[in-house]
């Protein structure tokens, strides 16, 4: 048996921005039918549209992960699609890059709401169905943003995903006994569509490259392995965890 075999299962990656695409096609690629969520419809329906050219199920969510009704509606509907739903990953989020003294309370709220809040609400709705048919894998977008601050500011950022780290754990041992394992992926700097233009900054990109171990920066295909992973049969006993993809930053500071 090949525990890292997940052809046939039954995803639902919300998220389809940078990383959360990549994690979508790279599961597509390993047989999984794949339900593709995205507050932008049109950009959920691109995503499902490759997801069909590997030759599996995808299907467009357009969802509002603030919502519950929004949730709710897009769980029913993948529902109606596939027969259960075997994994979850929850990869959407925002952020702003202003230092504290200056953030504006709205924009802490609205990050806190999406990253944290959204999270949860996908994580309660889905978790619920995975308890009817007797299990099921969560995957939650993290940061090492969430274990530790960065003096360019994103503190609104390290809180909503020290709020992820946590929720992860405390679901982890709530549902265990429901068989639904929940873990996370803590990448460090991801260079995305949405982050290259930080990146053009030659000062921030030489401090960002100085202070990884293996100097460089993530791209989205070095998340998608360790989610895949740990949605698998081979990380079966594997729950409550916070997997860092940080070319060792984790391990120097």
């Given at each position: 048996?090949?525990?890292?075999?997940?052809?046939g299962?039954?995803?639902?990656?919300?998220?389809?921005?940078?990383?959360?695409?990549?994690?979508?096609?790279?599961?597509?690629?390993?047989?999984?039918?794949v339900?593709?969520?995205?507050?932008d419809?049109?950009?959920?329906?691109?995503?499902?549209?490759?997801?069909?050219?590997?030759?599996?199920?995808?299907?467009?969510?357009?969802?509002q992960?603030?919502?519950?009704?929004?949730?709710?509606?897009?769980?029913?509907?993948?529902?109606?699609?596939?027969?259960?739903?075997?994994?979850?990953?929850?990869?959407?989020?925002?952020?702003v890059?202003?230092?504290?003294?200056?953030?504006?309370?709205?924009?802490?709220?609205?990050?806190?709401?999406?990253?944290?809040?959204?999270?949860?609400?996908?994580?309660q709705?889905?978790?619920?169905h995975?308890?009817?048919?007797?299990?099921?894998?969560?995957?939650?977008?993290?940061?090492?943003?969430?274990?530790?601050?960065?003096?360019f500011?994103?503190?609104?950022?390290?809180?909503?995903?020290?709020?992820?780290?946590?929720?992860?754990?405390?679901?982890?041992?709530?549902?265990?006994?429901?068989?639904?394992?929940?873990?996370?992926?803590?990448?460090?700097?991801?260079?995305?569509?949405?982050t290259?233009?930080?990146?053009?900054?030659?000062?921030?990109?030489?401090?960002?490259?100085?202070?990884?171990?293996?100097?460089?920066?993530?791209?989205?295909?070095?998340?998608?392995?360790?989610?895949?992973?740990?949605?698998?049969?081979?990380?079966?006993?594997?729950?409550?965890?916070?997997?860092?993809?940080?070319?060792?930053?984790?391990?120097?500071?």
């Amino acid at each position: 048996m090949n525990g890292f075999d997940i052809s046939g299962k039954h995803a639902v990656v919300i998220g389809m921005g940078g990383i959360g695409r990549e994690i979508a096609l790279g599961l597509a690629d390993h047989g999984a039918h794949v339900a593709a969520a995205d507050l932008d419809a049109g950009r959920a329906a691109a995503a499902a549209e490759a997801i069909r050219a590997r030759g599996v199920d995808g299907v467009p969510l357009a969802v509002q992960i603030t919502d519950e009704e929004s949730v709710r509606h897009a769980a029913d509907e993948v529902l109606e699609a596939f027969p259960r739903v075997d994994i979850l990953v929850n990869a959407a989020g925002v952020t702003v890059r202003t230092r504290a003294e200056a953030l504006p309370v709205a924009d802490w709220r609205r990050v806190l709401d999406v990253n944290a809040t959204g999270t949860f609400i996908c994580c309660q709705i889905f978790g619920a169905h995975m308890a009817e048919q007797g299990g099921g894998a969560i995957v939650n977008l993290s940061s090492v943003r969430g274990r530790f601050g960065a003096s360019f500011g994103q503190a609104e950022y390290s809180a909503s995903k020290g709020a992820v780290d946590s929720l992860t754990r405390a679901l982890a041992a709530q549902w265990a006994e429901l068989g639904i394992r929940v873990n996370a992926v803590a990448p460090t700097f991801v260079e995305t569509e949405l982050t290259r233009t930080v990146l053009a900054d030659t000062t921030f990109a030489a401090a960002l490259r100085a202070s990884i171990p293996m100097g460089r920066w993530a791209d989205a295909a070095d998340v998608v392995g360790p989610v895949i992973f740990l949605a698998s049969p081979a990380a079966g006993f594997i729950t409550g965890q916070i997997l860092y993809v940080d070319g060792g930053l984790t391990a120097r500071v």
